[in-house]
């Protein structure tokens, strides 16, 4: 791994937070992803599933964390189960973590080799009255390839029968969505680095660059800093390509007049910012790109100033959107005859800007937490309205990564990250 490891203390936390929601007598096991396959021999660089980082630190294939808090042996409490390395494994793929360096990333004292895992698991289930499975239940999920996860489940289903079956997955989803202090800590991180990004790109945009050169120079900072890089897929659309809304070709030329838009972040120990920012490619912006781009600016400091404890994520939406109707009529882009004719199914609004302002942020880019429920203090919220109008040529986003507060306006994680047309302007043409 590139990045430096996180203190144990926060998984040590964790865990405690997800055992104190589990039934009693409960055992609940987690798998890491698998290395997925491409063709021929080759794969997919390893991506771990951010449910068993989250409790573990672990960063490692074929890992089993177990949590069984009622467990008679309190070594058995708390345990991993990891791949053991051998002379073969160490020249071919190089070094997998001992036993006490997984103890020590993790704080879990009781480490076996994955050979193992089978004699202990199923002695634990004797003792256990529940058994809790981890299924993916994030709303946008749409999953077509079989995890390793679901082989577990599949595979060890007989041994289950006596037990009642819970799901992980929606105790994930509360405590995950609040964020200890390392978390937010290396969120800023990764800001950060999205920063350095950001800067170093803002002069070398110019007419004639290729959108995919845009995209080569974010890449160079963010490994350079010790990201693995980029928190997702990178879009980087100029003119006509910033109205489609996750264009991710990022192969066309940049054209003088055109607008830039960037939707594009680095990670940082596995944990996502999630930036964009729509630049001149020419350098000015013109009078009309100005005035739809303070109208989205607008919006994105309204929706932010709304970021409170208690907050329905419905009564956010329905403000931003009398807002933005206001923006958009103002812009000359809706008439009053349209605003009247809406539908609550479909406002007028939703002509220029289609998709939500805010998604929860963490070691998923969409990360995990209940839009049904109130908002809470240390939630990390993108904002990130925007205004699209394919006829004019123009796509606008502006978004920035937020941390709700207790009181006050919550923190901008991105404050430093220009946004105002006069810094833009001034760094692109210094």
Known sequence: MKYLPLDSQLFIKNRKKFGAKLKPNSLAVFNSNDIYPVSADSTLPFQQHSDILYLSGIDQEESILVLFPNAKDPKHREMLFMKETNEHIA???????????????????????????????????????????????????????????DRFIKNHKDLFIKLNIEKSNPILHQIRAIKEPEEITTIQHACNITEKGFRRVLPFVKPGVAEYEIEAEFIHEFIRNRSKGFAYTPIIASGLNATVLHYIENNQICQSGDLLLMDVAAEYANYSSDLTRTIPVSGRFTQRQKDVYNAVLRVKNYATSLLKPGLLFKEYNEAIGEMMTKELQDLGLLSKSDVQNQTEEKPAYKNYFMHGTSHFLGLDTHDYGDTTQPMQVNMVLTVEPGIYIPEENMGIRLEDNVVIQEQGEPINLMKNIPIEIEEIEELMNA
């Open 91 to 149: 020249i071919w793929e190089g070094h997998k973590l001992t036993k006490e360096e997984a103890a020590t990333l993790s704080g879990i004292q009781t480490v076996y080799w994955l050979q193992d895992f089978e004699k202990v698991f199923k002695s634990l289930l004797a003792e256990a009255e529940n058994i809790y499975l981890n299924t993916n239940e994030h709303p946008r999920h749409a999953t077509e390839t079989e995890t390793r996860e």
